[in-house]
């Protein structure tokens, strides 16, 4: 029986890493290797991203068991995960897995599961995958007027320690100083105090008063039909493939909407749209989609187009236990998985 062969992406997502996950594999665990092949031109994989008629052989010293114990997987790097991404539209790819003893070998088909991103993204995901610390925006201080300077106190006590001085040391016998000189002097020297007494209020009386809350500003609006626009021809047609296929994902349309997307897309041979908007929800456990796409390469089903040329058995019966993996008593699924088999 084939194997069962799925490139997951880890948790937490690095770009350019995969998990390759095994299943139905009744070798050994440890010295294995595998190859990779491409329908289109059957071509191998090679060290370093390149394309060969000659098979190469990817060394695994251990697979580990998977959490759920059904299965082996092992990481991979970006010499395997971007060629899988970069493949076109109606690229599949086998893989084949080998005790490096030559003894046990069996083959599959391998496909990126959801969210599995290429080293190229790096930059554009870190925010996203990388758990970047969130900081509240900093809001300004109000400004605070300067306080004109105040006279010194030393100044106004000055005259009064002199004046007293003086009095110690005058005879008893002395007049007093004349009347209008003295009332001059209380006069400025209490115009003094109550500018002091007057400035330190007002100091205070500023302290104590709160300063005016900022406005939080208000954020744009997003366009109300923002999702609306995400998967139109229109946008299909204007952006790129990528950019296309991650918005409209984003914009998650219910199953029948989005196969409506991919009849369009189909029909405006925007394949590799189809296949990626029909990979991802079907790896994501939409039956429904993954049964589309089942049957674009079911030889019972196939309507041959351009995007979906010719049938394939192993690519469909991937699709229907995929189905089965979500839905074991799903009695469709498990009867063309069991029919391609043979």
């Known amino acids: 029986m084939p194997i ?34 491409r329908n289109q031109d ?24 998977t959490a759920s114990g059904d299965g082996l997987e092992a990481q991979v790097g970006p010499d395997v995960v971007d060629p899988l991404l970069e493949g076109g539209a109606n690229s599949q790819f086998q893989i ?12 599959g088909v391998v496909r990126p599961g959801v969210g599995v991103l290429p080293s190229t993204a790096g930059g554009q995901t870190r925010s996203t995958y990388g758990g970047a610390e969130l900081t ?30 003086s009095v110690l040391t005058e005879p008893a016998y002395t007049p007093p100083p004349a009347p209008v000189k003295k009332s001059n002097k209380g006069l400025i020297g209490l115009l003094i105090v109550v500018l002091l ?33 995400a998967c139109t021809l229109d946008s299909m ?24 997307i991919i009849t369009q897309a189909k029909a405006g041979k925007h394949c590799g749209v189809a296949q990626r908007l029909y990979a991802n929800r079907a790896q994501a456990g939409d039956a429904l989609i993954a049964n ?6 079911d030889p019972k089903y196939l309507k041959a187009s351009e995007c979906f040329p010719a049938a394939d058995n192993a690519t469909a019966a991937y699709w229907y236990e995929t189905i089965l993996t979500q839905d074991p008593n799903n009695a469709e699924a498990k009867q063309r998985f069991e029919e391609l088999q043979k």
């Open 136 to 165: 509240a925006p900093s809001v300004p201080a109000p400004e605070i007027p300067e306080i004109p300077e105040l006279p010194e106190l030393v100044l106004s006590t000055a005259e009064p320690e002199v004046e007293l001085e």
């Open 42 to 65: 059957g071509f191998y994989l090679q060290d370093h991203k390149a394309w060969s008629n000659n098979p190469f052989w990817f060394k695994v010293s251990r697979f580990n068991v």
């Open 4 to 37: 069962r062969v799925d490139l997951l992406a880890l948790e937490p997502n690095v770009p350019g890493q995969a998990r390759l996950t095994v299943k139905k594999w009744q070798g050994g665990e440890e010295q294995l290797e595998f190859s990779i092949q």
């Open 292 to 297: 589309a796409y089942a049957r674009e390469y």
């Open 197 to 229: 007494l007057a400035a330190g209020a007002g100091f205070w009386f500023y302290k104590r008063t709160p300063a005016p809350a900022p406005v939080a500003a208000t954020p744009a609006a997003a366009p109300a039909n923002a999702d609306a626009q």
């Open 96 to 107: 084949e897995l080998r005790e490096q003893s030559q003894g046990h070998a069996d083959k």
């Open 237 to 260: 047609n204007s952006l790129p493939e990528l950019t296309f296929v991650q918005t409209c994902i984003k914009a998650a349309p219910d199953s029948a909407k989005l196969l409506e």
